[in-house]
């Protein structure tokens, strides 16, 4: 393969695997946001907080693998118990309490994260077993990439059997569309929906760990993911995990193959692309009218 080759498919990898990133962040809130229609600002702090405890337990036991399973699980918990206590108790005022109550959980989280964890930059190291590179038609590439587009594409499998193959995916369907009439049946509603709430918030959670070893752990972390996860949201169209998913990977590409050839439009590339969808559909490309 040629240097020119070997460069055009280094850089589409690369989006590839941003792109599967930016998918476990956006899934998880397309779960929250476009299913449920709880409008979260908090979201892309759970993500980073998950950061901050996947440097933590590695800290302590070394363990790369013990950090992927404890990590999204301890901040899904922080989620359920957000969703529980505080924004259960401002959902009735609408999308305006949702608001202001969530962009104060996310402060709270930022200043906390600050206190335990300073300001600085922390390393949390790659695992053994995927430190290196691996050839690729002749091309080495990072082992850990690959590892990222292979749990991103776990956790899609995974979510999309639950939510169509399974009777807890057709009862979180069924409460999303009609909520009275599936309390009427006399399933917990509310329980769903905090389970939901949790299950979105552990999909960030694992993005959180996943780039930990990429970008380092530092408390704009958040601010550096979350724009681009309520855009695909918006884009792919409320409540479409498919969505996500295509606008997540060519937000990716666009993002790599942007910085290579375009640098100084790349920051805008996306809201370039944005716009184009939402003239042509409103709705977004996999989105429904009601």
């Not at 440097?55 to 699980?73: D, S």
């Not at 960030?204 to 996943?210: F, P, Q, S, T, W």
């Not at 309520?230 to 997540?248: D, E, K, N, P, Q």
């Not at 559909?281 to 009601?290: A, D, H, S, T, Y």
């Amino acid at each position: 393969m040629d240097a020119t080759t070997a460069m055009y498919v280094a850089q589409g990898l690369h989006g590839l695997a941003y792109g599967m990133i930016l998918f476990l962040v956006a899934s998880g809130l397309t779960l929250i946001f476009g299913m449920m229609g709880i409008l979260t600002l908090a979201h892309a702090a759970f993500f980073m907080l998950s950061a901050y405890f996947s440097y933590q337990v590695m800290q302590m036991t070394q363990n790369f693998w013990l950090a992927l399973l404890i990590a999204p699980v301890v901040a899904g918990i922080v989620g359920v118990l957000c969703e529980r206590f505080l924004i259960r108790r401002v959902h009735v005022m609408g999308h305006i309490g949702e608001l202001i109550l969530t962009v104060g959980i996310s402060l709270v989280i930022l200043d906390a994260v600050k206190a335990i964890w300073s300001t600085d930059s922390l390393y949390v190291d790659i695992p053994e077993c995927l430190q290196g590179l691996v050839s690729i038609v002749g091309m080495e590439y990072p082992i850990y990439r690959l590892f990222i587009i292979g749990l991103a594409l776990l956790v899609l499998i995974f979510m999309a059997l639950i939510l169509y193959k399974t009777r807890l995916g057709m009862i979180v369907r069924a409460a999303v569309s009609d909520a009275d009439m599936v309390n009427a049946l006399g399933i917990n509603v509310p329980l769903v929906f905090m389970l939901v709430f949790g299950v979105g918030t552990w999909m960030a959670g694992v993005a959180g760990v996943a780039i930990a070893p990429i970008l380092t752990v530092f408390p704009g972390l958040a601010d550096q993911m979350g724009m681009d996860a309520y855009i695909i949201v918006v884009v792919g169209g409320f409540g479409s995990l498919s969505g996500a998913f295509l606008v997540s990977i060519i937000f990716g590409l666009l993002s790599s193959y942007g910085v290579q050839f375009v640098s100084q439009l790349a920051p805008i590339l996306m809201f370039i692309f944005m716009a184009i969808v939402l003239v042509i559909k409103p709705v977004g490309i996999f989105g429904e009218r009601e």
